[in-house]
């Protein structure tokens, strides 16, 4: 069975601040890692994927994760939030074309 | 390039009642997902289509709930009746083979 856990459900940064959003995966063969963010009253958008090869991928809006297999991790980060940034960011685990596993998502709150 | 295009965003209506969600999808994308967010149970992957044949429907929370994908370009999910519980935002999301899904923006159901 695969599953994905974000232990933190809320997490408040300051503008410019760094970010860092935690994602632990459970998944019996080679994962495919996705992050997607979600503003309020939207659908996901895709920030980043990983399928294969260098495990540090870069995403779009200045963000990057790393895959630790070690760890089964698949953290987030951003070296400089903006006000923009506030939204809610889910990690997924699955197959890139089915059965997508989504954890429940961090809350990021961006304080001036 | 148009996005995945649900329709309608919002929907309010009494118990008992037939509720339709439509959903299109993403031009040349042959795979179609039908998903439920709620506050206790997250992004639940409800349905799946390939190739508008369904593949796997187990997550489809009983026989209140039905999905159809008469062609590449169109897709409804059904519920009658509905109950409260059924209150949430509902997704769609497609793709193509080898790539990412794409989400629509969501209908939000409220069941009263």
């Known amino acids: 069975a695969q599953s994905v856990t974000q232990p933190d459900i809320h997490i408040t940064v300051s503008e410019g601040a760094s970010l860092e959003l935690r994602c632990n995966y459970s998944y019996g063969a080679t994962p495919y890692l996705f992050w997607y963010v979600q503003s309020p009253g939207q659908g996901l958008q895709l920030l980043l994927k990983y399928f294969s090869g260098d495990t540090l991928v870069q995403g779009i809006k200045g963000f990057e994760a790393e895959f630790k297999r070690s760890q089964s991790s698949f953290n987030l980060r951003k070296p400089s939030v903006h006000w923009s940034d506030a939204a809610e960011y889910f990690c997924a685990v699955g197959n890139i074309d089915y059965k997508l596993s989504f954890g429940a998502g961090t809350t990021v709150t961006v304080r001036a | 390039d148009a996005g995945v295009i649900q329709s309608p965003r919002h929907e309010v209506t009494e118990m008992g009642q037939e509720v339709t969600l439509r959903c299109k999808p993403i031009?040349?994308?042959?795979?179609l997902f039908w998903y439920r967010q709620t506050m206790m149970r997250g992004l639940e992957l409800l349905i799946y289509f390939n190739n508008n044949v369904p593949i796997d429907d187990s997550g489809m929370p009983e026989d209140r709930f039905s999905a159809k994908m008469p062609n590449a370009s169109f897709s409804t999910l059904k519920i009658q009746p509905s109950e409260p519980r059924d209150s949430a935002v509902y997704f769609c999301?497609?793709?193509?083979?080898?790539?990412?899904?794409?989400f629509g923006d969501g209908t939000r159901l409220s069941i009263l």
């Open positions: 031009s040349g994308h042959n795979s």
């Open positions: 999301a497609s793709s193509l083979d080898g790539q990412p899904q794409h």
